[in-house]
Structure formats: C-alpha cells, structure tokens
C-alpha cells in the first residue's frame, strides 16, 4: 500500500527447464478495490525464465513504461545432495567393558534404509585399550549417499562395539540426522550412546576441526555465475551423405 517501490513477497513456483523457451508476462496494477477490470494497469512486461537464471544473482531488470521490475529466480536446495561431507567421531568416557584393563572401542556407521535394512557405510579402526578414543577421520561421503531426499530424516546409525576375541560386546547406539551432525560439529555438544534399554554408555563427538561440507556447484549455479554458452552448428554438404 501507498509504495512506488513495492517488494512483492509471494514465491512462484516453476520448473526451470534449460532447453526449453520459457515466456512468462508481468502485468503491474494499482489496486482501486475494483477488481481486476476496474483497476488502473501500470504496465506490462515480458521475460524469459533463461534470463532471469542466466543473470548475475538470478536477477533480471525488466523496464516498465514508468519504472522497471526486478525479478529474481532461487533454485531450492535439492542440488546440495551433490556435496560432500567429512568428519571425525571421537569417544569421552565410555563405558569399560572389560574386568582387566580397558575396552577396546571401535564403530560401525550404517545407513538407514526406507524399507527398514541397515546399509553399513564405515567401520573404524580399532582403538585398544581406550575409553577416550579420538578416531581417525573417514572418507568423505556424498550428502545424497547419507541422507536420500531429507536432510532432516535420522536415517545415519552410529553403533559402537568393544572388539573381542570371541564376541565383540555392544557399547550403545544412536540415529542421528545431517543437520543434527552439523549442529554437532558446530556447538561441540555430542551424542549419547545408549544401550537398547536406555543406559548411558558415554559421548561421542565430532572431533573440532574435521567436519568439512564442500559445496559441488550445480547448472543453474554456474548461469548464476555469468556462463556464457555458445553452440555453433556445421552440416556436412558432400555427396556421400
């Protein structure tokens, strides 16, 4: 209301398709409360949806007969399932399971998987004699090989085992999420190890310094960046073909 520089929040969705031309019209009222035929248009404009992408930010000035329109694209985050990720877990006052000296700690990451299996991901070397392991620190995973679609899903199961000869013994679990590793790994706070009736069994944290989230640019990253694509096209005129 009463602005000549309005900044309209509401988000349109649309499906940004490379190769396909995308036309979309703008048309600029000011709203008398006489609905759209009895209001007074204040101009029209006419973009491609390869522009708005293609611009530096994502933003395209598009003039008006009186002042102009910005408009400006957002890709949602899917494309961060591309990314990798690394870190390092270590181990603060676990729980000794052995009578004569101390345990043995090593884990096991799993995946968890929709249909309820377990898919094993790392399993870390053996620290002996140890109730303060600081683990070495494991190859980086792609998000999108963690998570599926939801960052927010707890579908990662940390397991921790004291190795035996014979057995190894179940020194606790825990599910966590990608976003509840990062919050781990920035506020230095751990995870609770528990046994399947609720026993602490220590902490486990992300050692400081080691998680690492590396950002693999997507297409549409690139065109926001100013990527410049030229096709250039020859046909071949000669009478064998």
């Known amino acids: 209301k009463n602005s000549t520089s309005p900044k309209f929040n509401t988000a349109i969705d649309s499906i940004f398709i490379f190769e396909v031309k995308q036309v979309f019209t703008v ?4 709203d008398d409360s006489k609905g759209p035929a009895g209001d007074d248009q204040l101009g029209t404009c006419t973009f491609q949806l390869a522009h708005v992408m293609s611009s530096r930010d994502a933003t395209l000035k ?3 007969t009186t002042g102009v329109v910005y408009i400006t694209g957002a890709a949602k985050a899917q494309t961060g399932l591309r990314d990798t990720v690394q870190w390092a877990f270590m181990g603060r006052n676990l729980k000794n399971m052995d009578a004569i000296g101390k345990s043995d700690p090593f884990y096991r990451l799993f995946r968890l998987q929709p249909n309820g299996t377990k898919q094993e991901l790392v399993v870390s070397k053996v620290m002996e ?4 392991p600081t683990w070495p620190r494991q190859a980086p995973f792609r998000v999108i090989d963690l998570i599926g679609a939801d960052p927010n899903a707890k579908s990662m199961r940390f397991e ?3 190795k035996d000869t014979f057995s190894d013994d179940s020194m606790g679990s825990f599910d966590f999420s990608l976003s509840e590793l990062i919050a ?3 506020s230095g706070q751990s995870f609770l190890l528990r046994d399947s009736k609720g026993a602490p069994f220590g902490d486990i944290h992300v050692q400081p310094g080691t998680f690492s989230l590396i950002r693999v640019p997507s297409f549409t990253d690139f065109l926001k960046g100013g990527l410049q694509m030229n096709l250039a096209i020859a046909i071949d005129f000669t009478g064998s073909n």
């Open 62 to 64: 598009v003039p008006l």
């Open 27 to 30: 048309k600029i009222y000011d």
């Open 129 to 132: 004699d140890c109730l303060d």
């Open 160 to 162: 921790c085992f004291d």
């Open 184 to 186: 781990q790994a920035t």
